[in-house]
């Protein structure tokens, strides 16, 4: 992979204290010293048995080197950042977040002062905005330097020409600036005053009353109902949202829990289920919630919005009754209430919101094509003062030089032309249309107009998995029990074994035996074994339509979660008009197979379920406890208790890493789970435990004390649960198939062969990710892949980076916890070994990792990167990408919304990099050195009219000709380049190799842009020296001689540069001529020399003379005519890879 990486650790080992009497931890300290010294490069015997290497280089010296060099290295800008740290820390001293306790219905008791709960999207107030505005537009190097260019001009010394002729640009560049901003900020502002001003009702102790969103406060009881249009599929305009985090108390579902939407909070369009605080749910009214006396222990707030600590006591009962509250008991702000009104205590506001702590502002973006620009208006500024001081040291330095210095400066001004800036501008929202308009990419939005370009330079693809380059549509395919492996092409008999098997037992339980002739010992046989295969598919089928967290929605009822009796469950909950909502896709795909198996999910709430059997018969089960799945855990667990024959069973499914350990010995699970994650499919493991009623009080009554602990509390209830997950019954494996979007393959072959490096960053296990690049042909079948062994411990680490480093060209599989061990001992090293790979997997990634993963391909491969994703757990990794791209997909549209490009298929982003990304680059980089050639022309021509005429600092071109010279007369043609392509877009989609030229820079580097210059040079001092030679006597008319070959050179070099002509273009050119042709006759004394008081006008007649013409036609042909000769025979002997292609 590598001949020789050195080993630079990110971290160095803490030395050993005298005092340390811990052998491990002797050894750890030991071992870190050791791997300071060693080269990344050794053999796995080598770092074993070669202990010589340990002392190939004595740390004594670095140390004495590192404390000699310590201040002059970076001693002084410690102590500077330091004390800066301190000083910002001062000024910006942050509120200390602690813990509360919040009395129902009594704000007023709220020990400390807590936010005001009104949501700021303005990025300024009244008094910032204005500074604040500038200060983002002169931060850049151009807008700086023309606002002291203008600024000079109130200097009567340094005055050389009208004022507009530099106010009027930049005060356009600003009011357009100001206004968009200042319109943007309006929109902020409503939008924020809509949601702060928006009604809810408020409980007090004399009823009702109305109180504005910005209104609430800690401690206030709030309700929220369900506003028309929370059916499925409904928009969120149409819902109020909930306006705090509140824990729930009541609510109107007789179930005692509610649905609530998250989709504007974590991404998912899965309901979720919330669950009212039992004591205050059992109340009589509504009313007595102000006749008790109870309060909300809650934990300071946080960002996690998976999780939330806290307990619930009424203080009034002896004993008092405490609850605890956990994640299921909160209702967070921005989601919305799907069924019944629901009652809730408000704990956090404001910025102390899930919602608000977790809205991180993202970065400004600022396009690789944008910063190149702003270094060449940086070498154009050194060239402009050279260029100067060459005047004045030519002059002589006569007299008061350095007033000539600067009149010289100004004179030369339009070397950098401000014009360059607006022209981007405009161009990149004329690439945002082109994408829009595009009907290949149907439903693209272009968040972010100022990074088109950007499209074009990628290196690096980062995608997620699920719903990305999957469908995030989940088909059950494989049941397996062990023996026996039931497909798809199977599934009947599954069928036939459940209503066998469920048939059998309703004969049995109505005691109906019939009678026969016995039958022989092989048939009895026989039929043993075919029913203990039945009772083993009944069993499996049974567990997984019992052990998930799904609900069964009716419509026209929505959020009603069952019925009161099995009658009505049986009768009116028809399955037409039934749906499934979980908060996995995987969960609703296992309850419709065990529905199309015969055992159907009919009714759920919190305390029951009901299942229908084949035979139509309705079965109850009770929920004693649910376990829901965390990542930590990687497994769910419920305990039901059978109403018909009081059976209390414990069942639980699970990845199969965590659920191996806690099941009965077998023989075939690892090996049934490896290959059906060879296929792509998802698996799961189920398993069961049957319960005494012994077994399960002992455990209810230490759950419910680990439950109420205030310290540690999820530990101490793991540490319970755990207690119980032993010797588990292994049922079955269910494997789930994800399906491939459409033409991922294709899509991904085609960025492959563009030069796009793609790693893959996802939340799911190894094997089904491995698998997933496979079918995906992300890595190529015939490509090795080199799976990263785990690794927890430095010298792991070094081992398994050692035998990766001896594989060539082969793909990396890496999970999230060997990554991080990596990235904190090898930074370097592995990013090093892993951006030489033509595929990188990085499985079971959090949200977090996958943004650090970009950052970290950008700070040490300084390429571009993008981003794509299309869920909430996807938004740290697009806001922190170059690039980011979002998908409306199922798990919500955050990631959309958050993006700088929304796409709907991923198919769809091959056209929009190969194709736009092309264009777009392209034509900006053509754009802005048409730009930059215009203005050094013209300064040019300056700098020999000054030259000629003994230096002097006297302008050439006077008032409206040089505002015009830069809008009305050239701006037309030169921004038509943006209609220009090089490629049809067919062809690019067909050859993406021409994609990799582009990431080079080459269309936009100092190479082009010093051709530009000496083009900018020949063709100024041809104009300005072909019009003082042919003037004859009449000196006056050098200036409609010069200006006017100037004006045609620069609508020939348009021309002559267009590859691909575009009717808008030939109106630009004749527009622009017309435009100067009316001007002739308007603009009269302009032509002239010196100011207009001079007496110097234009002699109209003089125009259409042959004397005219044939002077401005030679100066113009010499001009060009040389360059676009040289330019076919360069092309002729290299052509660029593109015009291979053209027919």
Not at 48 to 65: G, K
Request: aromatic share 10%; net charge neutral.
């Amino acid at each position: 992979m590598a001949a020789h990486i050195p080993l630079y650790p990110v971290r160095s080992a803490a030395a050993s204290g005298p005092g340390s009497d811990r052998h491990s931890r002797y050894q750890l300290e030991e071992e870190s010293a050791h791997l300071d010294e060693m080269p990344l490069m050794m053999s796995e015997e080598g770092f074993e048995n070669d202990e010589s290497d340990y002392h190939t280089l004595p740390r004594a010296r670095i140390t004495r080197r590192r404390r000699g060099e310590w201040f002059v290295c970076g001693g002084w800008k410690f102590l500077c950042s330091s004390c800066c740290d301190w000083l910002i820390n001062i000024c910006q001293r942050k509120k200390e977040l602690k813990s509360r306790t919040v009395w129902l219905g009594c704000p007023e008791k709220c020990e400390e002062k807590h936010p005001r709960n009104s949501i700021k999207n303005q990025k300024y107030n009244v008094f910032t905005f204005l500074p604040g505005v500038l200060y983002e537009q002169f931060k850049f190097f151009l807008n700086l330097y023309f606002l002291v260019v203008s600024c000079s001009q109130f200097v009567p010394a340094l005055k050389i020409g009208y004022l507009y002729t530099y106010w009027a640009p930049l005060g356009f560049v600003l009011a357009v600036t100001v206004m968009r901003e200042a319109i943007d900020e309006f929109r902020r502002f409503q939008r924020d005053k809509e949601v702060n001003s928006q009604l809810y009702s408020k409980l007090t102790v004399r009823g009702k009353v109305q109180v504005k969103s910005s209104d609430i406060q800690v401690g206030d009881l709030i309700i929220v109902e369900k506003a028309p249009g929370t059916e499925p599929g409904s928009p969120a305009w149409q819902n109020q949202r909930i306006p705090s985090d509140m824990v729930f108390l009541r609510t109107s579902e007789k179930a005692g829990s509610c649905f609530v939407r998250t989709d504007q909070l974590d991404g998912e369009t899965d309901w979720k289920l919330k669950v009212a605080v039992s004591c205050t749910q059992r109340l009589p009214a509504v009313g007595d919630l102000f006749s008790i006396n109870a309060y909300v222990y809650a934990q300071k707030p946080q960002l996690d919005i998976h999780s939330f600590e806290g307990t619930f006591t009424r203080a009034d009962t002896d004993p008092p009754i405490r609850e605890s509250l956990g994640i299921e008991n909160t209702l967070w702000a921005s989601t919305v209430v799907a069924s019944g009104t629901v009652i809730g205590v408000v704990i956090y506001t404001g910025k102390e919101t899930r919602s608000v702590m977790n809205t991180s502002n993202p970065k400004n973006k600022v396009g690789l094509l944008d910063l190149e620009l702003n270094q060449l208006t940086k070498a154009l500024f050194l060239a402009l003062v050279a260029l100067s001081v060459v005047m004045v040291t030519l002059q002589g330095f006569v007299g008061p030089w350095y007033r000539n210095l600067f009149r010289f400066l100004l004179l030369f001004s339009y070397i950098i032309p401000i014009s360059l800036r607006v022209n981007l501008d405009m161009g990149k929202a004329a690439y945002g249309w082109m994408i829009m308009r595009d009907q290949c990419i149907p439903g693209a939005v272009v968040r972010t107009s100022t990074i088109p370009e950007e499209l074009g330079r990628l290196v690096y693809l980062l995608t997620d998995k699920t719903g990305t380059l999957t469908q995030n549509e989940m088909i059950f395919k494989r049941l397996h029990l062990g023996t026996v492996s039931y497909g798809t092409d199977t599934m009947d008999e599954i069928q036939s074994h459940v209503i066998n098997s469920y048939s059998q037992m309703h004969s049995q339980a109505s005691g109906s035996n019939t009678s026969s002739i016995p039958p022989r010992k092989t048939q009895s046989s026989a039929h043993k074994v075919r029913k203990s295969v039945s009772s083993r598919i009944h069993e499996a089928v049974k567990a997984v339509a019992l052990c998930h967290n799904v609900t069964p929605v009716y419509e026209g009822r929505a959020g009603v979660s069952g019925a009161s009796d099995h009658a009505e469950a049986d009768q009116d909950f028809s399955d037409e008009s039934r749906t499934y909502q979980a908060s996995s896709p995987d969960e609703v795909a296992l309850v419709q197979w065990t529905q199309s198996a015969g055992l159907t999910l009919v009714s759920r709430d919190l305390a029951s379920m009901q299942l229908r059997t084949p035979s139509g018969q309705v079965l109850t089960y009770c929920v004693l406890q649910m376990f829901p799945f965390t990542s930590e855990s990687k497994r769910m667990g419920v305990i039901v208790k059978d109403e018909s024959t009081a059976e209390i069973t414990l069942y639980m499914k699970g990845a199969d890493s965590a659920m191996a350990p806690i099941v009965q010995y077998n023989d075939w699970l690892e090996e049934e789970c490896g290959n059906m994650a060879r296929e792509g499919l998802r698996t799961l493991v189920v398993a069961k435990k049957s319960l005494t009623e012994e077994q399960y009080q002992d455990f209810e009554s230490r759950y419910n004390q680990a439950k109420l602990s205030l310290h540690d509390r999820a530990l101490k209830v793991a540490a319970v649960v755990e207690s119980l997950e032993r010797d588990l019954e292994l049922l079955c494996l269910t494997g789930v198939e994800d399906q491939l979007q459409k033409d991922v393959r294709p899509t991904l072959e085609m960025l492959r062969n563009a030069g796009i490096k793609i790693w893959m960053l996802t939340g799911d296990k190894l094997e089904t990710a491995t698998c997933i690049a496979k079918s995906s042909h992300l890595v190529s079948r015939t490509q090795d892949i080199h799976i990263f062994r785990p690794v927890t411990s430095r010298g792991e680490a070094h081992l398994e980076l050692n035998a990766f480093r001896r594989k060539h060209d082969c793909a990396l599989v890496i999970s999230g916890d060997s990554l991080e061990v990596c990235l904190k001992y090898y930074e370097h090293e592995f990013v090093e070994l892993a951006r030489q790979c033509p595929a990188v997997v990085c499985c079971r990634c959090s949200p977090t990792q996958k943004a650090r993963i970009v950052r970290l391909l950008q700070r040490h491969t300084g390429k571009r990167t993008c981003a794509i994703g299309d869920g909430g757990n996807d938004v740290s990794m697009i806001q922190a990408a170059d690039c980011g791209i979002g998908i409306e997909g199922k798990e919500g549209k955050q990631a959309s919304l958050a993006a700088d490009f929304s796409i709907k298929q991923f198919r769809h982003l091959g056209r929009l990099l190969v194709v736009h990304g092309r264009n777009s680059y392209k034509r900006s980089a053509a754009l802005g050195q048409f730009v930059l050639h215009r203005g050094l022309i013209i300064s040019t021509m300056q700098a020999v009219f000054s030259s000629v005429f003994y230096f002097a600092s006297v302008p050439l071109y006077q008032g409206f000709l040089m505002v015009g010279y830069a809008t009305i007369y050239t701006m037309f043609p030169v921004f038509s380049l943006v209609l220009d392509q090089d490629v049809k877009p067919e062809m690019a989609m067909l050859y993406p190799e021409l994609y990799k030229d582009l990431t080079k820079g080459r269309s936009l580097s100092f190479k082009t842009f010093l051709i530009w210059v000496l083009i900018s040079i020949y063709q100024g001092g041809v104009l300005m020296y072909g019009a003082l030679l042919l003037f004859e006597s009449e000196f006056v008319r050098v200036v409609l001689i010069s200006f006017t070959a100037l004006l045609l050179t620069e609508l020939l070099m348009v021309a002559l540069t267009v590859r691909t002509w575009h009717w808008l273009m030939v109106v630009a050119e004749l527009l622009s001529l017309a435009c100067y042709a009316a001007s002739l006759a308007v603009l009269n004394e302009y032509f002239g020399i010196g100011r207009v008081s001079f007496g110097a006008f234009l002699d109209v007649a003089f125009v259409p003379t042959v004397a005219f013409l044939w002077k401005v036609s030679a100066i113009t042909v010499l001009s060009c005519l040389p360059l676009y000769v040289l330019k076919c025979v360069t092309r002729r002997l290299a052509p660029p890879s593109y015009s291979k292609l053209s027919p």
